[in-house]
């Protein structure tokens, strides 16, 4: 039998389907106004191992915080930015 089919076959994953994804409510529960993956890691809300993250909008959030290196959709963006955050893009 030859070599490539007797070795075991190995599955595809998708790094789109392994994207953490945060509550805006979770990140009005943080004490820190300063907010990247590490923070995000120390508080547990997103695995050890994950390189990005999406924050989504879901809850509200009523006090002024810095996103860096987070991805973030329009609405959440949106709601940041009422409450007097900041949202910074990944490349800076």
């Known amino acids: 039998m030859p070599l490539q089919r007797r070795l ?3 599955g595809f994953v998708s790094i ?3 994207v953490p994804e945060v509550r805006l409510g979770d990140l009005a529960k943080l004490t820190v106004t300063e907010i990247d993956l590490l923070v995000l890691k120390q508080a ?4 050890g191992g994950a390189k990005v993250a ?3 909008l879901s809850g509200s959030l009523s006090k ?3 996103l860096k290196g987070v991805n973030v ?3 959440a ?3 940041i930015e009422t409450a007097g955050g900041v949202v910074a893009s990944l490349e800076g």
């Open 44 to 47: 547990r809300l997103i695995p």
């Open 8 to 10: 075991p076959k190995r």
């Open 64 to 66: 002024a915080i810095t």
């Open 77 to 79: 963006k949106a709601a």
């Open 54 to 56: 999406k924050v989504f």
């Open 73 to 75: 959709t329009a609405g």
């Open 16 to 18: 789109a389907q392994s």
